[in-house]
């Protein structure tokens, strides 16, 4: 496809549709990586076209460790994404950030494992940089968007992403709060790598559904908890890109859709065909 600067929403646990949005078509894609979680929706939201995708598919079928990023990322860019809003639910790991708080995270810590993380797994080999893995650009329009919405909101954290699908033992969550860690979820991980490697902005809405099982006075996290505040929160996340989708689009510039100039260990030129088939709508415009 050759759509452009289209905004993919990815939908987290609570948020398997979008309200408000005129449906255009429904995408079918395959990519070299296998097929994404469910069809994307191409939409039209306040006069911009999205691009709509349920992390876990319809009926939240996929566990967090089954999801097949690569296809998901791949897909959405495949469908002419440039931007990713990616909403997740997430457990508070602070006192001060409570359930129904939502908190726009700008790092990661990565704790998954046996998860396929990268595009580049040769001949052709990249090393992208994540040392700030929020687009700076996105995560300000939905600083701009949360205000408005007037939704609590912190600005800035780091989200821990566990491996799951189990949520942690008590001395599991204590000690990511030794470490600093702000809240902690199980799917980001490797999302936001990938859609680096994909030259996309990203950012992420992190919506707080429960204390993890830290906190002396909360119960431990429970899915039955989770879910009473998750039906809350999914309001407050239409809510906000409600009036994200409101604003004029964005037109801040940023190195998230050059990553790859400086990133990859090949010359492109003299590669097989082979070798680019997988990566094709990734290195594209570098050809």
């Not at 449906?23 to 296998?34: A, F, K, R, V």
């Not at 929706?41 to 995708?53: K, N, P």
């Not at 997740?88 to 409570?98: D, F, P, T």
């Not at 992208?128 to 205000?147: E, F, G, H, T, Y």
Request: charged share 20%.
């Amino acid at each position: 496809m050759t759509v452009t600067k289209r905004t993919g929403i990815i939908g987290g646990s609570g948020l398997y549709a979008m309200q408000g949005i005129e449906i255009l078509d429904e995408l079918d894609i395959d990519t070299p990586w296998g097929k994404p979680s469910a069809p994307l929706l191409l939409a039209s939201y306040h006069g911009q076209e999205i691009v709509f995708l349920p992390r876990h598919g319809a009926g939240h079928a996929i566990p967090p460790h089954k999801i097949n990023y690569r296809a998901n990322i791949y897909a959405l860019k495949q469908a002419g994404v440039s931007r990713v809003i990616s909403v997740s639910a997430v457990g508070s790991l602070r006192e001060n950030i409570a359930p129904g708080d939502f908190v726009l995270v700008d790092q990661f810590v990565d704790r998954t494992v046996n998860r396929e993380k990268t595009f580049f797994d040769g001949p052709i080999v990249a090393h992208v940089s994540m040392a700030d893995p929020i687009c700076s650009c996105l995560q300000k329009s939905l600083i701009r968007a949360s205000k408005q919405a007037a939704i609590p909101t912190y600005e800035g954290g780091t989200y821990l992403v566990m491996q799951g699908p189990q949520f942690s033992t008590r001395a599991e969550s204590m000690l990511y709060r030794s470490w600093g860690m702000d809240v902690i979820g199980m799917t980001n991980m490797p999302e936001a790598k990938l859609a680096r490697e994909a030259e996309m902005c990203y950012a992420t809405i992190a919506m707080c559904t429960d204390y993890d099982c830290w906190h002396e006075e909360e119960e431990n996290v429970s899915i039955s908890s989770v879910l009473e505040v998750m039906q809350s929160n999914v309001q407050k996340v239409q809510g906000l890109l409600d009036c994200y989708f409101k604003q004029p689009v964005d037109s801040c510039v940023c190195s998230c859709q050059a990553t790859l100039d400086h990133g990859i260990f090949a010359d492109l030129s003299q590669q097989s065909d082979d070798a680019l088939r997988p990566i094709h709508a990734l290195v594209e415009r570098l050809l």
